[in-house]
């Protein structure tokens, strides 16, 4: 094993390359290494294509959310995904331009206590959108992850993370009731090892492309998400992976409850050749209902 030296001399790598060009950092929908449904979900929801910085806001808010998921299917062999995630967004108003954000959480799972987990933290300073045209806006977005699941700390062995991006939306203007956006992002992830302890390659670069479009009238709004992933990896292979979430929600003042269901998995089927792409899946797809309190 490295020593402590070694793994906070890689952090700050990740640290580095998450905030070295504010300037010219986009905006994007947060991603970390981890594999948590809970942090996939709560990434990927298309009222939230396009993080704004607005002037008149408080110097901080944020918000807290309750979130129940299950497989789809229980095919009675114990391998039903059932949990709850608790789910904090904090943010910090800097100024008029800047806004910097923490995302975490923790995963509790209802048939076994020992795949409790935090979700990674993710640290973003994010810049005040921006007109580009008439039509576009553009959210800019840099970001540095902290392992703090264990999936990421003890299975994969990461040590830190950056992230750059870049959102591009509709401008609320031209139809304030439909959200349209699509945001590339990519950045290097710094492990300790190039395998996992399962022996896995793992990714030492990522990158993806979300595609979101929402539509709500008064209170109610349908939302859908696709994401599409690539790696590279140590080895230099290519990976590619792809999810999906189609949510309805409701919100009353403060509060936001939401139905929806969610599939993800590799691109391809395990012979390489055939599309794995699917709406449902009876085996990975999961739905869930989230309860969301904005302060």
Known sequence: MRSQQEVLTNWAKACVAGFILVASAPSWAQQSTSSSAMTNRA?????????????????????????????????????????????????????????????SGFSQDLHDSQKDDFADSIFSLNHATYSWGRYLQISPSVAAIAPTSKSSSQVENLQGAGRLGATFSLNPLINPQLALGLTLSGGQNFHAYETDINGAVLNKYAFRQTFAVGYSWGPFALSGTFIHKNGVTYQNNLTEAFEHVEEASYTYKKYSFALGHTNKGAAFKENGSDSNYALINENDSVVYGALTFIF
Do not use: W
């Open 43 to 103: 990434s990927t929801k298309a009222k939230a294509i396009a993080p704004q910085v607005e002037p008149e806001t408080p110097l901080v808010s944020g918000s807290f959310a309750i979130d129940r998921a299950t497989s789809l299917n229980d095919f009675k062999d114990g391998t039903r995904q059932d949990g709850i995630d608790y789910i904090l967004n904090l943010g910090l108003n800097l100024s008029k331009t800047y806004n910097l954000s923490l995302r």
